[in-house]
C-alpha cells in the first residue's frame, strides 16, 4: 500500500508540474506583465474605442478602407490611394491595440490624443466628402479618455 501511495503522489506532481497546475509563487517575468498591460489597454479599446476609429478611422487607417464609388476614377483613385498608403504608414489600425505605427505605443497613443486635440483628424478634405465621420464630442471624450487610462496603465511598474 505505500508503494502505491507513492507513485500516486509521484504521478500526480509529474502531472501538476507538466501541465503547471501547481501553484507559482515565483514573480512573473517583466515581459508576461508588459503583455498582460498590452492586454487590457486593447479589451478597453475593443470596447469602447474600435467602434469609433471603424466609423472614421479606419478607411485611411487600416485594411478595411470602404472606398468610395468614384475611388475607380483614373485621377481620383490615384489620390484616394496615396492618401491610404500615407495613412497606413503613420499608423495601422486593422490588427487592434498596439497599432503599428512609426513610434512607440506611447508615441503613438500621444500622436492620437494629439490629433484630436488639433482637430487635425479625420482631415479636412475627408470630411468634405464623408462628414458622417466627423468625432463628435462624446467620441473625443472617449478616445482622450482612452490614452489617458492606456497610458497610465502601460506605466504601471
Known sequence: MEKQSFYSALIAFIFFTEY???????????H??????????NERYLKNVKPIFVKSCFDC???????????????????LDEDTATGKKHLEMSDDFPFEGHGSTEEDLKAID??????????????????????????????????RESLKTLKEQ
Open 61 to 79: 487607417h487600416s485594411n478595411q478602407t470602404r472606398y468610395p464609388w468614384y475611388h475607380s476614377l483614373p485621377l481620383i483613385k490615384q489620390l
Open 32 to 41: 508576461d506583465k508588459v503583455f498582460e498591460r498590452i492586454e487590457i489597454v
Open 114 to 147: 494629439g490629433s484630436i486635440v488639433k482637430g487635425s483628424m479625420p482631415p479636412f478634405k475627408y470630411l468634405i466628402m464623408h462628414p458622417s465621420s466627423r468625432l463628435t464630442i462624446e467620441e473625443e471624450k472617449t478616445i482622450r479618455e482612452w490614452v
Open 20 to 30: 503547471g497546475l501547481t501553484q507559482n509563487t515565483e514573480p512573473r517575468p517583466a
